[in-house]
């Protein structure tokens, strides 16, 4: 933004006049492959000739106001917008990765913590958990975004680097290699998560002084959202868990935390989750025989 403002100082508050060049890219998101699919550029110019009060709030949003009819006017956003529904995005199949998961078997809840990873990706902060002795951890898309190479920290403190081997943008699951040293993979449940059955999520919330955070709630519903199923639950999560496991009381994973709502940064105990057996055939993972 460019603006230009003048104010009469005669009086208090200052009222202002002006004009403002303002540009902007406009993203059209896809929510079904969830990328953006089209970036509409616009430049345009407003301005207020009245000396008011609200002077260069009314310049900026006459600004705005323009770039609003350039995108309108845009014969690229138009012929995006107005075109037939296409078919749905081609997907590349994806080649069997096999891995060797964890016998599935009672585990006390502070064991499992410590198949659980802090990942790091430039400024980003997420988390992952073990999966296989072969290395394999699991998290979200989100969390390595276009990253190659990642961060890993394990609850013990030790680090090591991850290769981000596999992503899918729309399920919103990631595969990590990393040297896993001695810890034990988490197992993985068998049998779906059940209404009102006992679970924890573990995770980095907020901050990675918070590593290894442990908190208990209940499963509250499944749920379909764009034609994906998804375990909801009033856990209690904060950024920084995504990509962290939601697990049973026998340690086995359920699920892997996505999203959470909150109002005005609270946490209000609707949650989801991605169920386990959607995460690895997202990412085809096929248990090693």
């Not at 540009?23 to 998101?29: A, G, P, R």
């Not at 917008?81 to 006390?108: E, H, M």
């Not at 199923?229 to 995504?242: C, F, L, R």
Request: glycine share 10%; net charge neutral; aromatic share 8%.
């Amino acid at each position: 933004m460019d603006g230009r403002f003048c104010g009469s100082y005669e009086y208090r508050p200052v009222p202002y006049n002006g004009r403002m060049r303002m540009s902007v890219e406009w993203q059209v998101f896809d929510t079904l492959a969830r990328q953006v699919v089209k970036r509409v550029p616009t430049e345009a110019g407003g301005e207020e000739r009245k000396v008011l009060e609200d002077g260069i709030e009314r310049v900026f949003f006459a600004a705005f106001r323009e770039n609003v009819k350039a995108l309108l006017a845009s014969e690229e956003f138009r012929a995006l917008i107005t075109s037939a529904p296409g078919t749905a995005p081609t997907v590349t199949a994806l080649s069997p990765l096999p891995f060797r998961p964890a016998a599935v078997a009672k585990r006390p809840i502070a064991s499992a913590a410590e198949a659980v990873a802090s990942v790091f990706t430039g400024d980003g902060l997420g988390s992952g958990f073990l999966i296989s002795s072969d290395g394999y951890l699991l998290t979200n898309h989100h969390v390595v975004g276009r990253a190659k190479y990642v961060k890993v920290r394990w609850s013990d403190g030790a680090e090591t680097v991850g290769e981000v081997l596999r992503s899918d943008a729309r399920r919103d699951v990631a595969i990590i290699k990393a040297d896993p040293g001695h810890r034990t993979p988490l197992a993985l449940s068998e049998t779906p998560a059940g209404l009102g059955e006992a679970v924890f999520a573990i995770g980095t919330p907020l901050d990675a002084k918070f590593q290894g955070s442990v908190t208990k709630g209940v499963v509250s519903a499944t749920r379909t959202y764009e034609g994906l199923p998804y375990i909801q639950s009033d856990v209690t999560i904060n950024g920084g868990n995504s990509g962290g496991p939601l697990i049973d009381e026998a340690g086995s994973v359920l699920g892997m935390t996505v999203s959470g709502m909150d109002i005005s940064g609270a946490p209000v105990g609707i949650n989801l989750f991605i169920p386990i057996a959607d995460a690895l055939k997202a990412l085809a993972l096929t248990p090693a025989s």
